[in-house]
């Protein structure tokens, strides 16, 4: 098995073997960005500088977005079971390369080995999903609407479709996306996160690899040029987002004012219910799990454990004792359970948050701050962090910190902790604990998040479910995966026929 460095610059890279300058996948090439900056990656564990990303813009999502055009006339020709024969390939290879692709995503970003792996998995299962495309993609017909006249529908690819994806799963977002879109008969680019880009160069080597006509899968890199470039091109169908909610609504209102399919899934605030009938245990074990996993930078990660009655005393001591028991350090060790948050500057926001916490008054009853690693001095750790007695008015309540921060609330009934729910203007995803199905059903009858566990701490759907939430997280109609990406990357062409 190759270092994850080498493999990561077999391709796309040119400069410095240690920090080299990564290339763009374009028409089937990996060519030199016309960017006139580069932005750092740097491993979040050690500060170690990975590669030097190109700040591309207008030129390079236009070159792209050519090869896109060139590509997708053949493309949607090719019909969709032998669309899906390089699909089948890149599933192949995706399995092959399991840990060198998993050690990339931890050597960027900072998660757990295993955590990356997981990651990887979910990538695989939305390759998997695509390969039935010959079944999924079909219309519907009815003979006789009137006599002797059929009607039919048709599902058909669009063009050029893109993804803009965030920093805290750098190979499986952009998977939840340009598997579909491309065994639909779209052509596709990625513009990945400009702070983990190194995975998507290792996936597109694989789709490379696979087979996949030039042209029809594409890579750039950038920021918000990138971004603006992408929105504003005439030649771009449709965007598919994931990001913060800010730029969540933005891209949603500056892609649709130039006539595209924007969906646009952005950031979250999870609560987690506790009833007093539930297994208080497992609840924290878990409810600790899903906040401090991935350093907290997972849009599914339960931030807030809003706890009922006697639940609170019960749930705020088993918290802090769980969170003890989690082990900080270098993702790619054994036994480390929590990395490094992504960079220094995003440490240093979690920090204000937990200023912010002890200057508005909830209690900090475990402190994170202090955490060093010894040998590693320069990484970006942060030890977990508990806060009991917040109430929902305050900011650390309210704002989305995307750190080992987790709040510890309390409500008298049942009904004061839907209505704290319901309060929030996020709505991604929410999980409640409890014995009774009566509660668990009222529960997932009345609160909007549209990603519900019932004793499970990350409500993950799976990629044959939609994945999306509602309210401030979500902007647009049809979510990622699942049947509705189908929905999303094609058009229904009905057509009413009579013949004499
Ligand atoms: P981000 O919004 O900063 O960046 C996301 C993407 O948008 C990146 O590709 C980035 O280059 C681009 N971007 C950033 N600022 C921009 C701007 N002003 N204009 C145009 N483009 C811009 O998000 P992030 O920090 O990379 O990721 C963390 C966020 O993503 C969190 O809020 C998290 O909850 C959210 N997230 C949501 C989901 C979900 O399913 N809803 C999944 C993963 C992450």
Redesign the pocket.
């Known amino acids: 098995m190759n270092p994850p460095q080498e493999q990561a610059t077999l391709s796309g890279t040119t400069g410095s073997a240690t920090a080299p300058t990564i290339k763009i996948f374009v028409g089937g090439r990996w060519v030199d960005s016309t960017a006139k900056t580069t932005g750092e990656v740097r491993n979040p564990a050690t500060n170690e500088l990975l590669a030097r990303v190109p700040m591309g813009g207008a030129d390079d999502v236009d070159r792209a977005v050519k090869a896109a055009l060139a590509a997708y006339p053949a493309w949607r020709a090719t019909p969709p079971v032998n669309r899906v024969r390089p699909m089948f390939r890149f599933r192949e290879l995706l399995e092959k390369n399991f840990d060198d692709i998993a050690r990339i995503v931890t050597r960027e970003h900072g998660k757990t080995l295993d955590e990356s792996r997981s990651s990887v998995r979910r990538a695989v299962d939305n390759v998997e999903l695509a390969c039935g495309i010959p079944s999924l993609m079909q219309g519907l017909g009815l003979e006789d609407i009137a006599t002797g006249i059929d009607s039919q529908f048709f599902r058909q690819p669009m063009g050029v479709f893109a993804a803009?994806?965030?920093?805290?799963?750098p190979a499986m977002?952009p998977m939840w996306f340009l598997p579909h879109a491309i065994a639909c008969g779209n052509t596709f680019l990625v513009?990945?996160?400009?702070?983990v880009p190194l995975s998507q160069m290792r996936m597109f080597e694989l789709l490379h690899e696979a087979g996949f006509p030039d042209g029809v899968v594409n890579l750039v890199h950038?920021?918000?040029e990138a971004?603006?470039a992408i929105l504003d091109h005439p030649g771009i169908a449709g965007v598919s987002?994931?990001?913060?909610?800010p730029?969540?609504q933005?891209?949603y209102r500056r892609g649709a004012e130039k006539g595209k399919r924007v969906q646009a899934?952005?950031?979250?605030k999870n609560f987690v219910l506790v009833m007093p009938d539930a297994d208080l245990n497992r609840a924290a074990q878990v409810s600790t799990e899903s906040c401090f996993g991935c350093a907290g930078?997972r849009?599914l990660a339960n931030s807030v454990v809003l706890a009922v009655g006697d639940a609170y005393e019960a749930m705020r001591t088993r918290l802090v004792d769980e969170a003890k028991k989690i082990r900080v350090g270098d993702g790619s060790e054994p036994g480390v359970t929590m990395g490094p948050v992504i960079t220094a500057a995003h440490r240093e926001k979690v920090l204000g948050y937990i200023e912010k916490g002890i200057a508005e008054g909830a209690t900090l009853a475990l402190d994170g701050r202090g955490y060093r690693d010894a040998k590693r001095p320069e990484g970006y750790y942060l030890g977990p962090t508990i806060f009991t007695d917040v109430k929902p008015d305050m900011v650390i309540a309210k704002e989305?910190i995307?750190g080992p921060v987790l709040c510890v609330m309390k409500a008298n009934t049942f009904d004061e902790a839907v209505e704290i729910v319901k309060r929030h203007e996020l709505g991604?995803a929410s999980s409640i604990f409890t014995s009774s199905g009566k509660f668990a059903r009222e529960y997932r009858w009345r609160v909007e998040p549209s990603m519900l566990g019932v004793n499970i701490g990350v409500a993950a759907p799976m990629a044959f479910f939609p994945?999306?939430?509602a309210k401030g997280?979500?902007y647009g109609d049809l979510k990622?995966h699942g049947r509705d990406a189908i929905e999303f990357y094609t058009d229904k062409k009905v057509t009413i026929t009579r013949w004499f």
Do not use: H, Q
């Open positions: 803009i994806t965030p920093f805290n799963f977002v513009k990945p996160s400009e702070r950038g920021a918000k971004v603006d987002f994931v990001g913060s909610s730029v969540a933005y891209i899934l952005g950031g979250a930078e849009c989305e995307f991604n994945f999306g939430g997280s979500f990622a």
